[in-house]
């Protein structure tokens, strides 16, 4: 069954996008993943509340580090984020830049470009280190 075609739907018969499962998880959560962009443009259209956290005291900003790749997270340019303190630690301790900084299947560069994407975020070192 293709994903896309059931949130969009569900989405059509008014199913509500803020709505978090016992996880925290939103369903614009649920679409952070690289494969899910249909769906994830289909929610941004309807949701505009970015905040919230998941059981692991992650945000938005924690699951598009960890999860997203370039074109998932330029979905988000020019959405107002600032809802979102990217201080905040996961229940490891981890802020989104420090969960970013940490990935290795993507090369620096693209780590640049997504964090430029957030300009709130601290910047990190080639080491890997949040500054």
């Not at 075609?5 to 018969?13: C, D, G, I, R």
């Not at 780590?111 to 957030?118: H, T």
């Amino acid at each position: 069954m293709n994903r896309f075609h059931s949130v969009a739907f569900l989405l059509e018969q008014g199913a509500d996008t803020e709505l978090a499962d016992d996880g925290g998880m939103k369903p614009l959560f649920e679409t952070i993943k690289p494969s899910h962009h249909e769906s994830l443009r289909a929610i941004l259209e309807r949701s505009d509340d970015f905040t919230g956290f998941t059981i692991h005291n992650q945000t938005l900003l924690h699951l598009l580090a960890a999860l997203g790749n370039i074109e998932t997270v330029t979905l988000f340019k020019g959405k107002d984020l600032s809802g979102i303190d990217p201080q905040i630690q996961d229940k490891d301790g981890f802020t989104a830049a420090k969960l970013l900084s940490a990935r290795v299947d993507l090369s620096d560069h693209e780590k640049d470009e997504i964090m430029a994407l957030f300009p709130k975020i601290p910047r990190f070192e080639s080491t890997g280190e949040a500054e």
